[in-house]
């Protein structure tokens, strides 16, 4: 098995790991926007817990995409390539941000149930700003930086063919909706699961588990690899 026929599968995994993490992880945590949330935190601290860390999985494996890729595509644009590396590292610092948040929220949920009544008003505002701090990075700058590192590991991917344009086409109009939902959701504060941020970022979703399968099974077009390495040895023979 040849590097790039690893690094397909490997990245292929990563996809799939991520793509199931930032679903589930924010899923499970969902009814933190409800009116109560403190009492809801408080009484399921291992539900809190398992999604911090799957919130951790999906920053770690979004940049390990991003970073498994960056070999192969720097060859042809480096540029793009260390571009989209970055903003999908900067993604994932947000998201451990966001998670932070939430276990910020847990533990001022704990305290405001041993304290009663007595510190409600200062737990219920200082709840609220760390909520809106979560929703923001998770959803507005995390989401931003995703949407573009995608859309610039897709271009290449697309320019370089090395997997069928169809799939990499659909991937960078993937990214620009999600980029567009991004700054929809930013403006209009809504951070839903049935938003249209949501509904928008479901075709680079789609595309994400496409695109783990047919690295997984397919990998990347070899012949457009082998054509790079002959470019290769022959600037480096001359």
Known sequence: MNTYRKTAITVGALFIVCTVASILGPSLVISINSPNYLNYLADNPVQIITAALLEFIWAA????????????????????????????????????IGTLSLLSLLTLSQEFIATGTSGAASSQTLGTLLLALRDWQLHVISGLAFSLGALMYYVILYRANLIPRWLSGWGALGAILSLTATVLASFARDFGMESVHTYLSIPIGLNELVFAAWLIVKGFNQDMVKKLEIIQRIAIYG
């Not at 991003?66 to 540029?79: Q, S, T």
């Open 61 to 96: 494996t979004g940049a390990g995409i991003a970073i498994g890729l960056y070999p192969l595509l720097k060859k042809h644009n480096e540029a793009l390539a260390l571009g989209s590396v970055s903003f999908r590292v900067v993604e994932g610092v947000f998201v451990l």
